[in-house]
């Protein structure tokens, strides 16, 4: 199976448009349309599954730099996720009044 990153598309862009380009290369597993988690709306890349790694690798050949609403679009093999390290777990000094714990 091929992972495959697709950036820089119009946030008009369906589902349905990314699936026509890559179905001519092969079998397309999956699509995953990025959408902001607050608002919802586009954010202009996805993550593509294409079945057969020959047909991913001739798809991202083809179709990076390739147009699509005015716009070219920038597809390569999808990287994995970077681990993100853990936030520190160190205290938080509680904050009260002016000053904390100064004396006068």
């Known amino acids: 199976m091929k992972n495959i990153y697709v950036g820089n ?11 026509e380009i890559f179905e001519h290369y ?10 902001d988690q607050y608002t919802g709306k586009p954010r202009g890349f996805a993550f593509i599954e294409m079945t057969d790694d020959v047909e991913g690798s001739a798809a991202i050949t083809a179709i990076n730099g390739s147009q699509l609403g005015g716009r070219a679009l920038v597809v390569n093999e999808a990287r994995p996720k970077a681990e993100r390290a853990p936030r520190s777990g160190g ?4 904050r009260s009044g002016f000053g904390g714990s100064r004396r006068y």
């Open 9 to 19: 598309f119009s946030f008009a862009t369906t589902e349905t448009e990314l699936r």
């Open 26 to 35: 092969g079998a397309v597993q999956n699509i995953n349309l990025v959408h």
């Open 91 to 94: 205290q938080k000094r509680a």
